[in-house]
């Protein structure tokens, strides 16, 4: 009786032996993904820095600011302590402005919004100043389809449109 109980253990052992083998196959597969992943992330930040685009992903339906390059910080006049926060606490001066309205719009449709030298009314360290913005609010989708946050994708068009309208006023002049 003792012999075949034994036999049963040491059966169990092999088995066990053989799962914990498994498992750790498992486990070292599941770490090289995980390096490839944290790789595949850092890449796609960097990248997103280094982009010559101001860009911004905000989360949820508040907007909150999930990261963001420098080029969207320095055209908001902010530092990057701004992270986590909804957008209309880190800009309050677009109150009265049409933005949060069409990211609000965004996030609810599922439809994207792209604005063409739309005029936006910012505050830096001197105040108050006027930027005309080219932009795309761009949802972006979890892999069931449901809109988990805004991408923001915005290029400063400020001297070209300001340049344009010194040619209009000369034209004008002219004409007249």
Excluded: C
């Excluded at 949802?139 to 069931?144: A, F, L, N, T, Y």
């Amino acid at each position: 009786e003792l012999t075949s109980i034994n036999e049963e253990m040491q059966s169990a052992n092999e088995e066990l032996a053989a799962t914990n083998e498994e498992l750790i196959n498992y486990q070292e597969n599941l770490q090289q993904l995980n390096e490839t992943l944290v790789k595949s992330e850092n890449k796609f930040r960097q990248l997103m820095q280094e982009v010559p685009v101001a860009i911004a992903l905000l989360k949820g339906p508040h907007h909150e600011l999930e990261s963001a390059n420098d080029q969207i910080t320095k055209l908001w006049g902010k530092a990057n302590t701004i992270l986590n926060k909804p957008l209309t606490e880190i800009l309050p001066e677009l109150e009265g402005q049409h933005f949060i309205s069409l990211l609000d719009e965004v996030y609810k449709t599922g439809e994207s919004y792209y604005g063409s030298e739309e005029k936006a009314v910012l505050k830096h360290e001197e105040g108050l100043k006027d930027f005309y913005l080219n932009f795309i609010y761009q949802p972006v989708k979890d892999i069931d389809g449901e809109i988990t946050g805004i991408m923001v994708v915005a290029t400063d068009v400020s001297e070209q449109v300001a340049s344009r309208h010194v040619v209009e006023e000369s034209e004008g002049r002219l004409k007249f």
